[in-house]
C-alpha cells in the first residue's frame, strides 16, 4: 500500500486494533458483569477514540480518514443500541 505511505502489516494492525479494543471491552464487561448498556457505551467510547486517532492524530499521508468515518458510524450505532438496552433490558439481545 505505498499509495498511502503505510506498509501493508501496518495496515492489518491498525485494522486489528479496534477490534481487540471492542472485544477487550466485552471480556471485561462480562467479568465485572456490567449492565449492557453500559458496556455498549464503552465500546462506543473505544470506537470513537480510533476514530480521531485515525482521522486527526495520524499524519496526513497516513491516516485513514474513511476507516475514522466507519469508526465514527460504528460508535453511534451502539450509542442507540446501548441507549435501547437501557430503555429495555430484556429486548436487547447485546
Known amino acids: 500500500m505505498s499509495h498511502t505511505g503505510v506498509d501493508v502489516i501496518d495496515f492489518l494492525f491498525y485494522t486489528i486494533y ?3 479494543g ?3 471491552v466485552e471480556l471485561a464487561s462480562r ?6 448498556w453500559v458496556k455498549l457505551w464503552v465500546q462506543a467510547a ?3 477514540g480510533f476514530g480521531i486517532y485515525y482521522w486527526f492524530i495520524l499524519p496526513a499521508p497516513q491516516n ?3 476507516t475514522a468515518l466507519v469508526m465514527f458510524l460504528l460508535a453511534v450505532a451502539l450509542v442507540y443500541q446501548g441507549r ?3 430503555i ?3 429486548k436487547s439481545p447485546y
Open 22 to 24: 471492542i472485544f477487550l
Open 64 to 66: 485513514f480518514p474513511f
Open 84 to 86: 435501547r438496552a437501557k
Open 31 to 36: 467479568a465485572l458483569r456490567a449492565p449492557k
Open 46 to 48: 473505544v470506537a470513537t
Open 88 to 90: 429495555s433490558p430484556d
Open 18 to 20: 479496534p477490534v481487540i
